[in-house]
């Protein structure tokens, strides 16, 4: 059901219906031109070869506010150029000084910092791990 509603483009739409339910340009989805872009792009190598074992979520998220993309404080900016790309996922072979993730910031200040906690949430083993499966269970319509 989820791959014919991403195929058929329906799960692009709602998408869609959401950015401009927020006051956004629903039109981003399809002309990445329209989106802002950072000054500062900067890659995150692989100090060693092997398997992506795991990613520590919230070590990235805290990556991301520090570039930009989030808030510290409730009355921090968040600035929509910011953000990273994770270029290696779970279970990816990865050779040490390849690229694990891109960062897009404006700013130089945490750059240093965030590209160590970047390689912090990567742990990076010998043996590649089992995938896991995409969906884990379905919930009987009659109980929502």
Not at 56 to 83: C, F, N, T, W
Not at 100 to 120: F, M, P, R, W, Y
């Amino acid at each position: 059901m989820l791959t014919d509603l991403l195929r058929s483009g329906k799960a692009l739409e709602k998408f869609e219906d959401f950015v401009a339910a927020q006051g956004g340009n629903p039109r981003v989805t399809r002309e990445e031109r329209l989106l802002p872009a950072a000054r500062i792009i900067s890659e995150v190598t692989a100090h060693s070869a092997g398997y992506v074992q795991a990613i520590h979520a919230e070590k990235v998220g805290q990556a991301a506010m520090l570039l930009g993309a989030g808030r510290e404080k409730k009355e921090s900016q968040i600035d929509p150029a910011a953000g990273l790309i994770l270029h290696k996922k779970v279970g990816d072979a990865v050779n040490a000084g390849e690229t694990l993730a891109v960062l897009h910031t404006n700013g130089q200040k945490h750059l240093d910092e965030v590209k160590d906690i970047i390689l912090s949430s990567y742990t990076i083993g010998n043996v590649k791990p089992h995938p896991k499966p995409l969906v884990y269970g379905v919930i009987p319509e009659n109980v929502l």
